[in-house]
C-alpha cells in the first residue's frame, strides 16, 4: 500500500511523513485519503520519490528495479527511453499482442 511505503522509507531515513510533506510544501490533508488506499497524482509523487531517492514504481506498486529479471528492466528501460507520443502505442500495442498471444495459447491448450 502506497501509505505503508511512504511510513517504511521515512522511518528509515528517520523523517516522520508530516515533516515530509512540508518539507515538500504539500498539504498534510492528503494522508487520510492515502492511508484508505488513494494516490496523489503524478506530480505529488515525482516529489515524494525523489525526496525518499525511490521510484514512483515502487511508491506505487511496490515493485523495485532490482527485483526485475533483465527481460522486464530492458522492457522499463526501453520505455523510458521512448518519446513521450510513443509510449501511448507502445502500451495498446504491447497489451493487444499479449492479448493474442494469450488466446493463441488458450486455443492451444497449452494455459
Known amino acids: ?13 528517520n523523517i516522520n511523513v508530516t515533516n515530509m510533506l512540508k518539507d515538500l510544501g504539500l498539504s498534510t490533508g492528503n494522508t487520510g485519503a492515502w492511508k484508505q488506499g488513494k494516490l496523489p497524482n503524478g506530480e505529488i509523487l515525482l516529489k515524494i ?11 506505487v506498486e511496490g515493485v523495485c528495479v532490482d527485483d526485475l529479471s533483465p527481460d522486464e528492466k530492458h522492457l522499463v528501460e526501453t520505455y ?7 509510449k501511448y502505442k507502445i502500451l495498446c500495442d504491447f497489451e493487444k499482442m499479449i492479448m493474442e498471444e494469450t488466446e493463441k495459447l488458450k486455443n492451444l491448450k497449452m494455459i
Do not use: N, Q, V
Not at 1 to 13: A, D, S, V
Not at 49 to 59: E, W
Not at 80 to 86: D, I, M, Q, S
Open 80 to 86: 523510458r527511453t521512448a518519446p513521450e507520443k510513443a
Open 49 to 59: 520519490a525523489h525526496y525518499l531517492d525511490t521510484s514512483i514504481d515502487y511508491l
Open 1 to 13: 500500500m502506497f501509505y505503508t511505503r511512504i511510513k517504511m522509507l521515512c522511518k528509515e531515513k
